[in-house]
């Protein structure tokens, strides 16, 4: 007998929710992450539900709720299971028309689907759609498939498997060798490997020692833990029983944003199920291991991703960094030995314990296994969340994945690792994605935002959006990091408003290395990465920002004129009609003029003109024009 | 807002941020690096408010405002000090001033300290005095959540979390009550209010409007969408409507990239916003004072069943 207690209720359960699936003809699985409910999942649920009623198919089809199912761009979406038909973008007015269709006719419904960007031809099926062909699940592997709310869907996915083998057939050697022989390194943004992590915080001897799950994801640009947390909330449980048991921790904390009140939804009723199913508490599978979990809720400071700041905050002080050593693995939480490890990286801990070390590694690279979960956002196509294996290409991931740049523009540069990441531009855009590759970028890895620019980006205000946020959030703690990140806004600010020096380039990287290499903690020395990797890449924009007062993306608008081509306008309004400042005169038909005192370059001509007739040229542009 | 503001501190860049930020706000300010030049100052022009720095070289902060108040015990005083100790708040405290920031600030914070400072002189000089403005059934149901968390370890951000969701923001004194009730020093429950973005200590509007600051909303315009926000209510960011019905917040990252971009108006998302999204998103809340919307409003009284 591996689990006395819980076996009949796992059992039961189990059985319970795959018949529960099975006295259905079908079952739409309706996503319910945080972007579906925005584009009005809530209201295709009733007005589903309704119409299934209407014509008397409540008691054959069923709709459940899902977790984010990644593909927000096109949200509502939904899959219809066992026929396993994609919809996307559904809206109330077409729910009587589908369920016609689809589930009394039987004929899946065309209008509803994805199509393909060139020919136009409907695809019926998920794994057929590129945004979802090139991916492989593993952290997101029961997104769409389950229920959050209820743990019995999370079982007949073989869920808590894991834990009951990590409890009663292994030793916490076993378990922390797995982990280390899997190769998995933390996915919060540094990749220090896991097991390495587990086994310093083993060996300290303590009566007290703490399991920390770190779900305070503040990089803007990022949303995997968010999405986590509300798919799949007991893969992050499970996660951090098997780490408890290794590390021999009998309490835990799941830290949480406030800001995701859906996720800390979620994860509480996840915990008080658990708590009734005997899967926390005391006598965890009978196997005398006992553990404890709690939520704590951030208030906001992006500094407490950082693991001290961050194990501070759970103290209720402010949430400030301190140096290391000593490291949280001996001194932690309330200077207890303390392992934190990230959302993403924990829901992925069940699947190697039940898989092994060797069927992880099978993914991805020497240095960088298994897979990683992306963000991917800004000016692509397919805007959602990915999973892919680790060396996957930039390209891939770009292009086929995301499906190209909105608009057919220029692909310009793609973010990564948000305030502590870079610009990695164009000519790099064939790097495989792995640990080391994104570093020698001068980019890094990060948590696992990627948001994509085009020609429309000017990368000068980029950094600057991005020192904006640190210099914001820097805790006020080390001076580097307090006053150089200030220094190196105003200077940026300085440059978007017209008012850099040739000199100016120089002491910007000068100073940026400083800060790396004096400040306390990783928000600090990562902060200057956006100017840095900017200024690498991007030289030519900030030369061009200082010497010719020219933004060439008309984003800022000290240094841009924005004129009408008069051989190409075709004098059709459009821009007359968007402008906020009513700045645009000239007849129908024949060609238009901006009144260049009055125009507040805000760009709305330039994005709604048809016809590319909106030239953007330097400031100095405006006094050369004669009315 | 407007009066006239004297800053004083030996760090020229605390001088060039105070003056940055108060002056965006409307004051007029001036500067002074030390406590001499600051007395020599005071005693030539009159300032509705003097904000000081405590630990300076030759004359302090505790010096300079003793000196201060027995030309002028009028004289509205706020301390700025990166050692908020106890004692010498206290001091600070018994010599008159009206508040404290804890360096290091943000700009939220300096403005709201600067502003409370001014009420409270217009409001002495008016003869009011500020009186307890709270139901005592809210009072009684912190008091009751103090006492569910006192014994717990690291309860102070639950307390003020769950306390700023009863009275809906962290004013002085509640935040006094709750270190009095926790046995927490004030100035320790004040600089948690301070760090975490997610406390205010200003009232917040009926319904709260956040805008998303993420990478991904900046790469897709969300600047225009503030600016728009901003003008229909004729508030600024971190402002309350004049018929107190929302007030506008922005946020670091929903967590909502997809939507991009998104803001979040109590707990409803609004994604792939234009302009006029936003502003439409508005009128399902409230009525706006400014835009004539007609329409809306008896869609949202005629559900009844």
Not at chain 2, 69 to 82: D, E, H, L
Not at chain 2, 207 to 234: F, N, P, S
């Amino acid at each position: 007998m591996r689990y006395k207690r819980d076996e009949r209720y796992k059992r039961n359960e189990r059985y319970n929710a795959i018949n529960a699936m099975n006295n259905f003809r079908a079952n739409i699985m309706l996503c319910a992450g945080t972007g579906c409910v925005a584009s009005g999942a809530t209201n295709v649920k009733s007005v589903l539900e309704d119409e299934l009623k209407k014509k008397g198919l409540e008691d054959e089809i069923k709709v459940v709720l899902t977790g984010c199912n990644g593909y927000c761009a096109k949200g509502p979406v939904m899959s219809v299971y066992p026929d396993d038909i994609f919809y996307q973008s559904v809206t109330t007015e077409e729910i009587p028309k589908l369920v016609e269709e689809h589930f009394l006719k039987g004929r899946p419904y065309e209008k509803l689907m994805f199509k393909e960007p060139e020919k136009k031809s409907a695809v019926p099926l998920m794994k057929d759609i590129p945004f979802f062909k090139y991916q492989v699940l593993r952290v997101l592997r029961n997104k769409g498939l389950i229920d959050p709310e209820k743990i019995e869907e999370y079982i007949a996915r073989d869920g808590y498997q894991a834990a009951a083998k990590a409890l009663t057939q292994m030793t916490p050697e076993d378990v922390i060798n797995v982990i280390k022989d899997s190769g998995i390194r933390g996915r919060g943004g540094a990749g220090f490997p896991t097991g390495m992590k587990w086994e310093f915080c083993s060996k300290v001897r303590s009566d007290v020692k703490f399991m920390l799950c770190n779900g305070d994801e503040g990089d803007p640009g990022a949303f995997m833990d968010r999405s986590v947390m509300e798919a799949d909330p007991h893969a992050v449980i499970e996660g951090m029983i098997i780490g408890a048991r290794a590390i021999g921790s009998h309490n835990g904390y799941i830290y949480v944003r406030a800001e995701y009140p859906l996720a800390v939804k979620r994860l509480q009723l996840a915990i008080d199920q658990c708590y009734e199913a005997g899967l926390l508490g005391k006598n965890i599978f009978d196997s005398g291991f006992d553990f404890d979990l709690e939520i704590y809720q951030g208030a906001g400071a992006f500094v407490c991703g950082e693991e001290t700041a961050l194990m501070r905050s759970i103290e209720g002080k402010r949430g400030m960094p301190r140096p290391r050593p000593p490291f949280p693995a001996h001194k932690g939480l309330w200077d207890k030995p303390s392992v934190l490890n990230n959302v993403e990286t924990l829901a992925q801990i069940p699947l190697i314990i039940m898989n092994g070390a060797d069927w992880y590694k099978s993914l991805g690279t020497e240095k960088s296994t298994g897979t990683k979960v992306f963000a991917l956002t800004g000016a692509v196509n397919n805007i959602g969340l990915i999973e892919v294996p680790m060396g996957t290409p930039l390209k891939t991931i770009i292009f086929d994945i995301g499906g190209g740049i909105k608009k057919g523009r220029k692909f310009k540069a793609v973010q990564m690792g948000g305030p502590s990441g870079g610009c990695i531009p164009e000519s790099l855009i064939d790097i495989p994605v792995t640990y080391e590759d994104v570093v020698k970028t001068g980019a890094i890895m990060g948590s696992g935002g990627m948001v994509v620019m085009d020609d429309n980006n000017c990368m000068v205000s980029t950094a600057k959006f991005f020192l904006e946020f640190t210099a914001d959030e820097s805790c006020g703690k080390c001076v580097p990091c307090r006053v150089g990140t200030r220094i190196l806004l105003d200077m940026l600010i300085d440059i978007t408003e017209g008012r850099g020096k040739e000199s100016d380039i120089e002491p910007l990287e000068d100073l940026g290395r400083d800060i790396i290499a004096a400040s306390l903690c990783g928000l600090g020395q990562t902060a200057p990465n956006p100017i840095l990797t900017t200024i690498r890449y991007f030289k030519d924009e900030y030369e061009s920002h200082i010497k010719d007062k020219w933004c060439k993306a008309g984003v800022c608008r000290s240094l841009c004129t924005f004129m009408i081509d008069e051989k190409t306008c075709t004098g059709c309004g459009a821009c007359m009609r968007a402008c906020p400042a009513k700045a645009i005169t000239g007849e129908k038909k024949k060609p238009h003029n901006i009144m260049q005192e009055v125009c507040v370059r805000c760009r709305s001509c330039y994005e709604t003109c048809k016809f590319n007739s909106i030239r953007i040229l330097p400031a100095s542009a405006r006094e050369k024009v004669i009315w | 807002m407007s009066g006239s503001v004297l800053v004083v501190d030996d760090e020229l860049v605390v001088i060039k941020s105070c003056e940055r930020i108060l002056t965006a706000e409307g004051y007029n300010v001036d500067s002074a690096s030390g406590g001499a030049e600051a007395l020599r100052k005071t005693e030539k022009t009159s300032y509705d408010l003097v904000l000081t720095d405590l630990k300076m070289p030759g004359m302090d902060g505790l010096t300079l405002i003793k000196l201060i108040k027995r030309a002028n015990p009028a004289q509205g005083i706020v301390v700025i000090t990166g050692y908020p100790t106890q004692e010498t708040i206290k001091e600070a405290l018994e010599m008159g001033i009206i508040d404290y920031v804890p360096k290091p600030f943000t700009p939220a914070v300096l403005t709201d300290v600067t502003r409370r400072a001014f009420q409270w002189i217009k409001g002495t000089v008016g003869g009011e005095k500020p009186k307890d403005e709270f139901p005592p059934a809210m009072i009684a149901e912190l008091d009751r959540v103090i006492r569910e968390y006192k014994n717990k370890p690291g309860c102070a951000i639950p307390v003020l979390q769950r306390a700023q969701e009863i009275v809906g923001y962290l004013p002085p004194l509640i935040q006094k009550r709750i270190a009095k009730g926790l046995n927490i020093s004030p100035a320790e429950i004040h600089s948690i209010v301070s760090f975490y973005s997610f406390f205010t200590m200003k009232p917040r509007g009926d319904h709260t409007v956040r805008v998303c600051l993420g990478t991904a909303c900046y790469v897709k315009g969300i600047e225009t969408i503030i600016a728009k926000l901003k003008d229909t209510l004729m508030i600024d960011v971190g402002g309350i409507t004049a018929d107190k019905k929302f007030s506008l917040e922005t946020v670091r990252c929903l967590g909502a990239c997809g939507l991009a971009p998104v803001m979040v108006i109590d707990h409803d998302t609004y994604g792939s916003l234009t302009q006029k999204k936003a502003v439409d998103a508005l009128g399902n809340y409230a009525s706006l004072q400014t835009a004539e919307m007609s329409e809306g409003d008896e869609s949202a009284a005629g559900k009844g069943d």
